[in-house]
């Protein structure tokens, strides 16, 4: 029998809050199977359950210095409740994710979607950013989908400068995809 198990849990939580790994030890030891037999009851799934209680412990010793605990075990059993119950809605949001996507494709289909509507007004607000003469080119080149004399007729430049500018906002797009952390989906830009 260790000089800990004598201890009261304030005195376990005041060595805890000093980083006293053995005082850890002890309240592992003690509650452990207290929360396992609260979580096991809410899920009815020992794995689960195990894990639900280790993230607990592990939430305890990671924020050890800045609790403040006055009974330990009612402060572990409202954490372990809390982490059952966020465990049930994650597994409940999950099953209404299935139900309503049960077909793998739809899902894949919206995400792609979302990523590229993401994407689209991404670039948006980047082509909004070129300068004035660089961002009209730019568009009337991909919105508007005029060739080059085109452009350079209405807006009374050379056909290299519609080329230069072209060049410029795509440069631009693709810097600003780079340091967006977007560089893998700029390949799918083809300017």
């Known amino acids: 029998m260790s000089d ?5 849990d304030a005195d376990l ?7 006293e790994e053995q005082a850890f030890t002890e309240i592992y030891h003690r509650y452990w199977d207290k929360l396992l037999a609260i979580a096991y009851m809410h899920t009815r799934d ?3 359950a195990e894990e639900l209680v280790q993230e607990v412990f592990v939430s305890l010793w990671n924020r050890r210095a800045s609790l403040d605990i006055r009974f330990l075990d009612n402060y572990l059993a409202v954490a372990i409740k809390f982490a059952v119950f966020k465990h049930l809605h994650r597994n409940r949001r999950h099953t209404e994710i299935e139900h309503t996507y049960a077909e793998g494709d739809a899902f894949q289909l919206d995400e792609e979607r979302i990523d590229a509507q993401f994407l ?3 670039l948006e607000g980047v082509v909004e950013q070129l300068p004035e003469r660089c961002r009209l080119v730019f568009r009337y080149s991909r919105d508007e989908y ?3 004399a085109e452009i350079a007729q209405q807006l009374s430049i050379s056909e290299k400068a519609v080329e230069a500018n072209i060049t410029r906002a795509i440069k631009i797009l693709r810097l600003s995809l780079r340091k967006a952390g977007l560089s893998l989906l700029y390949f799918l830009i083809q300017f």
């Open 146 to 148: 005029k060739s080059n």
């Open 4 to 8: 800990l198990q004598l201890h009261s």
């Open 46 to 48: 020992k794995p689960n």
């Open 13 to 19: 939580v005041s060595q805890l809050r000093e980083g």
């Open 120 to 122: 689209k007004e991404y």
